[in-house]
């Protein structure tokens, strides 16, 4: 039987076994396949935030301004009242800061990504917390990200999934021939990231919008970093910070060759 009518944002566990969507975990190297190198972006913001450890240390020491910037925002957002938004604000600021709005990209916070795909329930308006998008077409976000207070026991992976779909889905109505995404994803629960390709095929979309189950699994893939102290201290310690920051960075190179696919796919479907 079919899961009950629900928002995409109330999906949990079980609509992901329902539709056969498993996971299945990758070392770094594995995930990213290529080592990135590192290099610190030009930008005062990250060489004071890989320096300083603390935004109390940083005006001690009379760091400049968007190191200091920086730093609070991470505080707010590590703070033990902090709520979501507080986390949104410190991913948005961070990202921006390692350049991941490069060309006409740009991140855009609560950015409503479009309809969800099913005949079973009336249309459902699903927004994100974080998306980043370009200037092709479809107007179809290039990165998702589910972002979470520290002290959250949401899970977010069926969120992540349900979102993608629709991705999946607008990017359709502009690409009919499209059988398949793998859609970059972060998982942000206070400064600690997971990150993810989530896969969405025409055949997973087709059994969601009928409200079935489908014939085959779909796997997604996760990623977990590996820290050199607690993880549930995310950021907060400099060398944490640093190992996150790679990620990051590698992760950007992902986003990128996914815009390239997304770009080239209506490129050949316009002419």
Request: hydrophobic share 40%; with cysteine; net charge positive.
């Amino acid at each position: 039987m079919a899961p009950p009518t629900k928002r995409p944002s109330k999906w949990s566990v079980k609509d992901l076994r329902f539709f056969r969507i498993r996971f299945d975990e990758q070392s770094r190297q594995k995930f990213f396949q290529a080592g990135q190198q590192f290099h610190t972006p030009d930008r005062p913001s990250i060489a004071g935030f890989l320096i300083h450890d603390s935004f109390e240390t940083a005006v001690q020491v009379g760091a400049d301004d968007d190191t200091r910037r920086l730093l609070r925002i991470m505080s707010n957002a590590v703070d033990p009242g902090a709520l979501a938004p507080d986390v949104i604000v410190f991913t948005q600021y961070i990202l921006r800061s390692l350049g991941y709005e490069l060309g006409p990209s740009y991140l855009q916070s609560y950015y409503v990504l479009g309809d969800f795909p099913t005949s079973c329930m009336t249309a459902k308006v699903v927004s994100t917390n974080l998306s980043l998008l370009g200037f092709h077409p479809s107007r179809a976000a290039s990165f998702v990200a589910e972002i979470k207070q520290g002290s959250s026991t949401i899970d977010s992976e069926p969120q992540m999934v349900a979102k993608a779909i629709v991705v999946f889905h607008i990017l359709q109505k502009s690409n009919n021939s499209l059988q398949e995404i793998v859609l970059p994803c972060i998982s942000m629960r206070g400064t600690f990231p997971t990150f993810y390709k989530i896969r969405v095929t025409r055949t997973l979309v087709d059994a969601v919008r009928a409200g079935r189950k489908p014939r085959e699994d779909t796997e997604c893939i996760r990623y977990v970093p590996e820290l050199p102290g607690p993880r549930d201290q995310g950021m907060i310690p400099l060398p944490n910070r640093l190992h996150l920051l790679k990620d990051l960075l590698a992760f950007w190179a992902i986003i990128r060759d996914f815009e390239a696919q997304v770009e080239e796919g209506e490129r050949v479907q316009g002419e």
